[in-house]
C-alpha cells in the first residue's frame, strides 16, 4: 500500500497569503496524483488531477506541481473560501490511498 | 447537473448488516466507473471499494475485504454496498464517487454501536 504523508498537518495564513502544501508518497505514483478540498459538513471537490490539471471550474489560483514521490498544491493568493482541509490522494496503484489531510485556516 | 444521492445509512449493531445505495443522474451512469469512500467522524478520507462501468472489475480495501460487496444495476443508474459483519470502526459518513472523483455525494451517516 501506498503511504502519503501531508505537510504540515495545520497552516495558519492571512487572506492574500501564499499557501504551500506538501504530498509525499512512499513509493512513485507516476503522475496519477489527485488534491481535493474539503469544508465542513459538505463532500470533498476535486481541484487538481494528474499532478498538475485542473478540474472544472477550479479557479486559476490553485496549481500542482511535482512528479513521482513530491507533490506540492500551491494557492497563489488564498481567497476567504480557501480556509479548508486539503486531501491528496494516489491513483497509481490499488488500493486507492488519501494523505493525512492539511488544515489551511485564518491566523 | 450531474447528481448522486446516497441513502441506507443508520445506526446498526457490531455484527450486523446495511445496504447503502446511490442513485446517479444527469449522466450516462454504465458509462463510468464508480467508487465509495469513507469519513469517520473526525478523520480523514479513506477509499473503501471501486467497480467498473460493467461490474467486470471490483477492488475493495483490505480493511472491508471479505465483509462489504459492491454492485450495481445500471438499468436503475444505481450503485451499492452490502455492508456484513459491522464493527464499531466501520462508523463514517459513507460517499459515492464517480469515475475520476470529479463528483459525489453529499454522504450517508453509518454508526455502528451497541
Known amino acids: 500500500e501506498i503511504m502519503l504523508t501531508q505537510s504540515p498537518v495545520t497552516l495558519s495564513l492571512s487572506a492574500g497569503e501564499r499557501a504551500t502544501l506538501s504530498c509525499r508518497a512512499s513509493?512513485?505514483?507516476?503522475?496519477?496524483l489527485a488534491w481535493y478540498q474539503q469544508k465542513l459538513g459538505q463532500a470533498p471537490r476535486l481541484l487538481i488531477y494528474?499532478?498538475?490539471k485542473r478540474a472544472a471550474g477550479i479557479p486559476a489560483r490553485f496549481s500542482g506541481s511535482g512528479s513521482g514521490t513530491d507533490f506540492t498544491l500551491t494557492i497563489s493568493s488564498l481567497e476567504p473560501e480557501d480556509f479548508a482541509v486539503y486531501y491528496c490522494?494516489?491513483?497509481?496503484?490499488?488500493?486507492?490511498?488519501f494523505g493525512g489531510g492539511t488544515k489551511v485556516e485564518i491566523k | 447537473d450531474v447528481q448522486l444521492v446516497e441513502s441506507g445509512g443508520g445506526l446498526v449493531q457490531p455484527g450486523g448488516s446495511l445496504r447503502l445505495s446511490c442513485m446517479g443522474s444527469?449522466?450516462?451512469?454504465?458509462?463510468?466507473?464508480m467508487n465509495w469512500v469513507r469519513q469517520a467522524p473526525g478523520k480523514g478520507l479513506e477509499w473503501v471499494s471501486y467497480?467498473?462501468?460493467?461490474?467486470?472489475?471490483?477492488k475493495y480495501a483490505d480493511s472491508v475485504q471479505g465483509r462489504f460487496t459492491v454492485s450495481r444495476d445500471n438499468g436503475k443508474n444505481s450503485l451499492y454496498l452490502q455492508m456484513k459483519s459491522l464493527r464499531v470502526e466501520d462508523t463514517a459518513v459513507y460517499y459515492c464517487?464517480?469515475?475520476?472523483?470529479?463528483?459525489w455525494g453529499q454522504g450517508t451517516l453509518v454508526t455502528v454501536s451497541s
Open positions: 464517487a464517480r469515475q475520476a472523483f470529479d463528483y
Open positions: 444527469e449522466f450516462t451512469f454504465y458509462s463510468y466507473d
Open positions: 467497480i467498473s462501468g460493467s461490474s467486470s472489475l471490483i
Open positions: 513509493q512513485s505514483v507516476s503522475r496519477f
Open positions: 494528474d499532478v498538475s
Open positions: 490522494q494516489q491513483r497509481s496503484n490499488w488500493p486507492l490511498t
